[in-house]
């Protein structure tokens, strides 16, 4: 059974179960009113408009019918019937169709019309109660049909007053109940209107979502209207299809890499496999005839594997980073002391190949950064063995500069050398891109050592751009999150 039906049937018992126990207790209070448990049937034999005689009008209707039966033509006189008459009671007498006698309140009225006819059919001295209206006021009455003694008909009326209010009741009756039902309908309706709108339509998404879930589509997006349990399954609902999303495009990715790196692999291997197997041949041909021939070809040879074992260890480590296997340790690190002990590091080393290394620090005070230093000097070492690697000018030069704003740290690893196109500059963070220059000019690059430094940088909860003119130079800029002496980052700083 669906939810919907089942709503549907519990308000349809509720409203029923509320019309019984309205019914019993109305029962129970005419009961202990009247202590006659047989009212019910009454009510019902008498029609729905009974009306219990009052004891007055009882007298006055059992004194009339009396004087009827033996004296009818007392009732033509006036004097006689007054006698009869109280308070909110007032009698009409009738001689075949003409009024003989009528109270004082009701006598103006123009009473032939509003009284009923002579009950033909049910003969002399028979009775009848029921209600009727006279001008604007309701009454009950009790009408006695009887013959003079000149057998002419005659009529007694004992008419009370009522409420207009029970006469139009009583009148409307039948249509109450209609509309009572009609209400009940309507209620039944517009319950199920608000339970269908906040239950069964958000079930019935949810029910549409997981399907499209189950067969593959992820696509979509279904979003709480309310804020109650329904509207927080739903947001549950819809924060699991997200993650689902991105967890199976993350797959795709992962996938989609593997492949790019098993295919770069083969690809970048095989050329100095192919020229070590060249130079193996060639040694084996005996076209290495000399000394010094040989000492070539084997030099040659242990170069390219040495490249070969560096390549394969950038594979290695782009593969574990792109997979999350290399755990990061962020510590509080001393910015400006790391800074300056790696350039005068660099600075010893290139010295050796006439490559000025010039260090600058825009701050005056220490800075302090949250990083891996470990990390952090191989995203340092990827640069600028860029810079060097594409060094074209006579005087070459790396100029390293440490700045800070507010929340960050900004290092800038910046050289005098071939620069990069504008087409160009828009890739080479993308793995296992390389310019075409550098392709040319065989500098023997993986196209891997940017998308690392991307990686180690994004770990840290950086950025990292470029800057660049073709022929002038290029600057890479990387930015970390900077920490105040008590190791707080700007946003812990926030947060507190
Ligand atoms: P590669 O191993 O080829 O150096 P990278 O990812 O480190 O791979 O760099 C990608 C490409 O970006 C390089 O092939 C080169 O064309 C360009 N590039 C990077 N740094 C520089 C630089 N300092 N000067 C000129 N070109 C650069």
Redesign the pocket.
């Known amino acids: 059974m669906s939810i919907q039906l089942r709503f549907i049937l519990t308000y349809i018992s509720i409203v029923f179960v509320f019309i019984i126990l309205l019914f019993l207790s109305g029962f129970l209070i005419f009961f202990s009113i009247t202590g006659d448990a047989d009212f019910v049937r009454k009510l019902y034999s008498h029609s729905y408009e009974y009306k219990l005689l009052t004891p007055e009008e009882e007298n006055a209707f059992l004194d009339l019918k009396l004087l009827s039966e033996k004296k009818p033509e007392q009732l033509l006189r006036p004097e006689t019937v007054k006698k009869y008459e109280f308070e909110n009671i007032d009698i009409v007498i009738q001689k075949n169709t003409e009024i003989v006698y009528a109270s004082e309140s009701i006598k103006g009225e123009n009473l032939r019309k509003y009284l009923p006819k002579h009950q033909k059919s049910k003969g002399n001295h028979s009775y009848q109660q029921d209600m009727l209206r006279i001008g604007k006021q309701y009454f009950t009455y009790i009408n006695l049909d009887f013959p003079f003694s000149n057998q002419e008909k005659g009529s007694i009326y004992v008419l009370r007053k009522i409420s207009p209010y029970v006469g139009i009741i009583n009148r409307i009756f039948p249509f109450l109940i209609f509309l009572l039902l009609i209400l009940v309908i309507v209620i039944i309706g517009f319950l199920n209107y608000l339970v269908s709108r906040s239950i069964i339509k958000p079930i019935r998404e949810l029910k549409e979502a997981a399907e499209k879930i189950k067969q593959g589509d992820l696509h979509f997006e279904i979003s709480a209207n309310s804020k109650d349990e329904i509207g927080e399954l739903t947001q549950a609902f819809e924060e699991m299809r997200q993650k689902l999303k991105s967890s199976v495009e993350l797959q795709i990715q992962y996938e989609d890499n593997r492949k790019q790196l098993l295919s770069s692999i083969s690809h970048d291997l095989r050329t100095p496999i192919t020229s070590i197997v060249g130079y193996v041949e060639g040694i084996q041909d005996g076209v290495a005839n000399t000394p010094d021939k040989l000492s070539k070809y084997l030099l040659t040879i242990s170069t390219k594997a040495k490249d070969m074992n560096a390549l394969i260890d950038e594979l290695f480590l782009f593969s574990k980073l792109d997979l999350h296997e290399i755990p990061f340790v962020f510590k509080k690190l001393n910015i400006s002391a790391f800074m300056e002990s790696y350039v005068q590091e660099l600075q010893f080393e290139m010295s050796e190949h006439d490559i000025d290394v010039l260090f600058s620090n825009d701050s005056l005070t220490t800075l302090y950064a949250k990083a891996d230093a470990e990390q952090l000097r191989r995203v340092l070492i990827?640069?600028t063995?860029?810079?060097i690697?594409?060094m074209d000018k006579e005087r070459r030069r790396i100029d390293i500069v440490l700045s800070a704003t507010e929340s960050e740290l900004i290092i800038e690893v910046k050289?005098n050398?071939?620069?990069?196109s504008p087409e160009?500059l828009a890739h080479?963070?993308d793995r296992f891109?390389?310019?075409e220059?550098?392709?040319n000019s065989n500098?023997g690059?993986?196209?891997?050592?940017?998308?690392i430094?991307k990686q180690i940088v994004e770990r840290h909860g950086g950025d990292i751009w470029a800057l660049?003119k073709l022929g002038e130079?290029?600057s890479?800029f990387f930015s970390l999150q900077k920490m105040n002496e008590n190791g707080d980052t700007h946003e812990e700083d926030i947060v507190n």
Not at 417 to 420: F, L, S, V
Not at 445 to 451: E, Y
């Open positions: 990827n640069l063995t860029n810079s690697k594409f050289d050398g071939a620069g990069i160009a080479i963070f891109y390389r310019a220059q550098s392709r500098t690059g993986s196209g891997l050592g940017l998308a430094a660049s130079g290029t890479i």
